[in-house]
């Protein structure tokens, strides 16, 4: 194989992909974009909203309002609510008139005053993020009430409050700054790494490959004095250079939305803002040694994506044809994504690391979270490099049959 003509192909194949300005925006301005507005515009907005909803005084529905004590109403409203009474609670929440409310059965204030357990029902629409939030201020006081209520009687009965909770439970959290700092949501790092792989690598492969076959290119190419090997290779650098592009720029775009939401925007944003920064991982501290790790992993994850395309697209007849090969192709990489919040449920284990696809992700989210250890990246990079040189050797035999090049 001669190194000058695998070149030659592949810069072919990259200037042939940016000549289409949608190359350019797919590959390089979305992911840069997408990642930061994820990590800055979630916080912000979901936080704002709740800030406000928390803050702002909302008129709830109270069926049977005369049977509270003054000292619930008075909790209620310190939770910025205001209890309008309603004849049906249910009904009212239902159409909309309010986004949450309290049903107080008949006898409620009778039971509370001889001592008896007393019920009441708070109404929200389940899903309903306001209806959920503004059931929380009614929640809420009632919890406190009936804190304040318990409190009471016991003093009554001459004992301490304290004997409710003989035993106080402390937490501890076990897990590491880098795991603390990366957020709940840290998975979608590798995701939105692994989802531009194949985003920005397809549209190359489907023109490489089907495209060259409906534009008749293809036997040009192939009659030149040039190796089947040399094209496959070529070909495939230039995929493999789309993909890697486009997860590079999604790496660069979460390394600057993490530095400006945590440099910038989270001494400006609530409480609510905060968690959900945290969340998404506003809070990550990058190294040199990460961002290496991501890319070594981002680079073979790129060259199995190239290969799997090369192969699969080869087989299409049209440029149509071929993107309705590559669609479902997402699913390989959305099962292991999906698979890779629940990594501790399922319990793989570090057999996870033998599987390919799944075991770049489970790595990259390793090195998000600084738990990445030295078996781990060996034995995923020396798998995936092994399911590149096969998915290498199925391309190259698809290049060397005439019933797949010429089936038109």
């Known amino acids: 194989m ?11 194949e990259i200037l042939s992909t940016l000549r289409d300005t949608r190359a350019i925006v797919s590959n390089l301005v979305i992911p840069l974009v997408l990642l ?45 609510a205001v209890l309008i009474d309603v004849p049906d609670a249910l009904a009212a929440v239902r159409e909309g008139t309010y986004s949450a409310g309290l049903i107080a059965p008949a006898g409620f204030a009778e039971a509370l005053t001889e001592g008896r357990a007393a019920e009441v029902t708070i109404v929200a629409k389940t899903g309903n993020l ?36 003989p035993i106080a439970v402390a937490s501890a959290d076990a897990s590491t700054e880098a795991e603390r700092s990366s957020g709940q949501l840290a998975w979608l790092i590798p995701f939105f790494i692994a989802i531009w792989t194949l985003t920005g690598g397809q549209m190359t492969a489907i023109d490489a490959t089907a495209g060259e076959k409906e534009r008749g290119t293809l036997e040009v190419l192939l009659v030149a004095p040039v190796r089947r090997t040399e094209v496959v290779f070529g070909k495939f650098l230039a995929v493999m250079t789309f993909g890697l592009s486009a997860a590079v720029m999604a790496i660069v775009g979460f390394v600057l939305g993490g530095t400006v ?24 501290t990058i190294t040199p040694a990460t961002i290496g790790l991501l890319l070594v992993s981002a680079l073979l994850l790129a060259a199995v994506v190239a290969a799997l395309l090369l192969t699969v697209t080869l087989f299409a007849r049209s440029f ?13 990489l959305l099962v292991p994504a999906i698979a890779l919040q629940f990594r501790e449920l399922i319990g793989t284990g570090d057999a996870a690391y033998w599987i390919p696809v799944y075991n770049a992700m489970v790595l990259m989210d ?21 399911m590149v040189a ?8 698809s290049f060397r049959r005439e019933d797949v090049l010429f089936r038109t």
């Open 2 to 12: 001669r190194p000058v003509y695998v070149g030659r192909i592949a810069a072919k």
């Open 36 to 80: 930061p507005v994820m990590m800055l515009g979630l916080p912000l907005l979901l936080g704002g909203l709740f800030e406000r909803e928390t803050t702002t005084v909302t008129e709830l529905a109270v069926e049977g309002l005369a049977e509270l004590p003054d000292e619930l109403v008075a909790l209620a409203e310190a939770q910025n």
């Open 130 to 165: 306001r209806g959920e939030l503004n059931g929380g201020k009614l929640r809420g006081a009632v919890d406190a009430y009936t804190q304040s209520l318990v409190a009471d009687r016991l003093r009554e009965a001459g004992l301490d409050p304290a004997v409710l909770r």
């Open 261 to 284: 939401l945590r440099r910038i925007f989270l001494p400006l944003i609530g409480g609510e803002g905060g968690e959900m920064a945290s969340m998404m991982g506003g809070t990550l």
């Open 320 to 332: 149509k044809e071929a993107q309705t090969y590559v669609a479902p192709m997402s699913f390989v």
């Open 366 to 386: 390793d090195v998000v979270k600084g738990s990445a250890t030295a078996s781990a990246i060996g034995i995923t990079w020396l798998v995936m490099a092994a």
């Open 390 to 397: 096969l998915l290498l050797v199925l391309a190259n035999a």
